[in-house]
């Protein structure tokens, strides 16, 4: 997309596997939180790094499912750990994540790290019905049903 940037730059980055309804929530609602939004998925590499597991849907359908969501005017590959570093080539002004950060761990670091920088943590809501943990744990059973009856 690439569309000219112009206003608050907001960051929402996400590994957006096996892409549903919770994923579309936080693009959404994202892009209500800045003018134009950015998309940092990130690489299976350090999904692996930072999940143990890899990501079902390879990074270049992810880059592009995610790309074509009209509240997205940008996906870019995020292949590092530091969200400093993605700040460091983006220069967003908000950075967005699920509800499920606030109070954790990595949430207060986040929030520690960007302060100095003027750039504003927030969180939206976390849809608890749906993840790509939930997806992939019911994949798994009809597998395992499918080859128990084999």
Known sequence: MN???S???GYAPGVYDMFHIGHLNILRNS???CDYLIAGVVSDEMSLRAKGKAPVVPLAERLEIVSSIRFVDEAVEEDVRSKLEMWQ???FDVIIKGDDWRGTEKGDRLERDFAP???EVCYLPYTVHTSSTLLRQALNLQIAARD???
């Open 3 to 5: 569309a000219v940037r």
């Open 7 to 9: 206003g608050r730059v």
């Open 31 to 33: 892009r209500l939180s």
């Open 89 to 91: 080539r983006l220069r």
């Open 117 to 119: 920088l003027g750039v």
């Open 148 to 150: 128990a009856a084999i």
